[in-house]
Structure formats: structure tokens, C-alpha cells
């Protein structure tokens, strides 16, 4: 690991620590079936739009360890990767659509059948914003687990000039936590239908989270 990205994993798993031990306070809505799962120690997919990547690891019960993010084989991907196992994670996924997507697709499937977490962002890496790509849904189908969204705000935030409009939370912050539906993908679902449920419920708890009174 070169000395730039250990510094900046440490600066940046650092700031996160940071946010959520100072946080006055988290409301999670709609958590009972993650919590369930958590309990039960089930494998799912946790999906989130990729600005809202930051605050994701503290929302769910299911200890980081457990959690396995998928992210880009690029540089920036493993700054997230290092930041990602100072949190805790002990594993990371590397891959997306454009690069070693199908080696991706099968270490998730691997991870999930036994008995981890994938976390993923439909929208990442490069967007377009707001708009799911098939990947959770198919290693969904493939390892038969559901599909658990999930949005967040804060009171206190930088947005980032980036093509998602990247959310950065602030210390000394409120924060609600919200989850959606659960969504279940069966063998023989339309995969594109099944991306599209995603997407509109990702969006419906995108828009209450940002709507969100503190």
C-alpha cells in the first residue's frame, strides 16, 4: 500500500468515526426486517445509491465483519477498500460493470452463500445517478437472498461537486436511517422488472430520507 492511500484511508475511516461518535442522535425507520436478518445472521443484499455510501456501515446490526462491500477496481476503489477494512470489513469485492464485473458477480455470490452481507451501490461507479444497474438483483436471484435498500440524511453535510452529488456527513450531526422493503427476486423474475422495483423503492426512501424534518 503506497503512503498516499494509507493516509487518506486513515484520515478518511478516521472522519467517519468521528461523525458517528459525536452524532446527537440516529433514527432508524423501518428497520425491523434488517434487524431480523441481522439476528438470524442471514445473508442479504444491502443496496444504496452511491452517495450515500458514507454512513451505510453504521446503520445495519450485522457487524462490519460480516460485510462485504463491492467496490471498483479503480484507484479511487481502493482508497474505499483500505477505509473500508479499518472500519472493520474484513473483505472486500472488487469490480463493477465496466471492469471485472463477472469475476465480481461471482465472488458476491460465493460471499453471500456463505452467509455475508454484500453491500452495493446500483448506481456506482459512474452513474448515471439514480438509476439501478442489474448487478444486485442477479446475485440476489443467483444466491436467493433478499434485497434489503437503504437511504440516509443528515442535518449537518457537505455535498460533493461530483456526478452523484456526493453526501460527506458532518460531526456533532442528526441522522435518520431508512430502509425499504424488502425485495425478493425469484428465478424466474425479469431481471430488468426486478432492477426497476429497486430503483423506485431506492428512490422512494431516497426522497423521504431527503425530506427528513430535524
Not at 127 to 149: E, F, H, Q, S
Request: proline share 5%; net charge positive.
Amino acid at each position: 500500500m503506497g503512503f498516499s492511500e494509507a493516509v487518506v484511508s486513515s484520515l478518511a475511516s478516521g472522519w467517519l468515526k468521528l461523525v458517528w461518535r459525536t452524532a446527537i442522535d440516529a433514527v432508524r425507520v423501518n428497520a425491523d426486517e434488517i434487524d431480523r436478518l441481522a439476528e438470524n445472521r442471514s445473508p442479504y443484499v444491502y443496496a444504496f445509491w452511491h452517495n450515500r455510501i458514507l454512513m451505510g456501515p453504521f446503520a445495519t446490526k450485522t457487524p462490519h465483519r460480516d460485510v462485504v462491500p463491492v467496490v471498483s477496481a479503480s484507484k479511487d476503489g481502493e482508497y474505499i477498500t483500505r477505509t473500508v477494512a479499518k472500519l472493520g470489513h474484513i473483505h472486500a469485492v472488487r469490480g463493477s460493470s465496466s471492469r471485472g464485473g463477472k469475476e465480481a458477480l461471482r465472488e458476491a455470490v460465493n460471499q453471500l452463500r456463505r452467509g455475508r452481507v454484500m453491500a452495493v451501490t446500483p448506481d456506482g461507479p459512474l452513474g448515471p445517478v439514480y438509476k439501478a444497474k442489474d448487478g444486485a438483483v442477479v446475485m440476489a436471484r443467483l444466491a436467493n437472498v433478499p434485497i434489503v435498500p437503504f437511504a440516509y440524511n443528515c442535518s449537518r453535510k457537505k455535498t460533493v461537486n461530483s456526478w452523484d452529488k456526493f453526501i460527506v456527513p458532518m460531526p456533532c450531526a442528526r441522522h435518520v436511517f431508512i430502509f425499504g422493503n424488502t425485495i425478493r427476486v425469484e428465478k424466474n423474475d425479469n431481471v430488468r422488472e426486478k432492477c426497476l422495483e429497486l430503483e423506485n423503492e431506492l428512490n422512494r426512501i431516497t426522497a423521504q430520507a431527503d425530506n427528513w424534518e430535524f
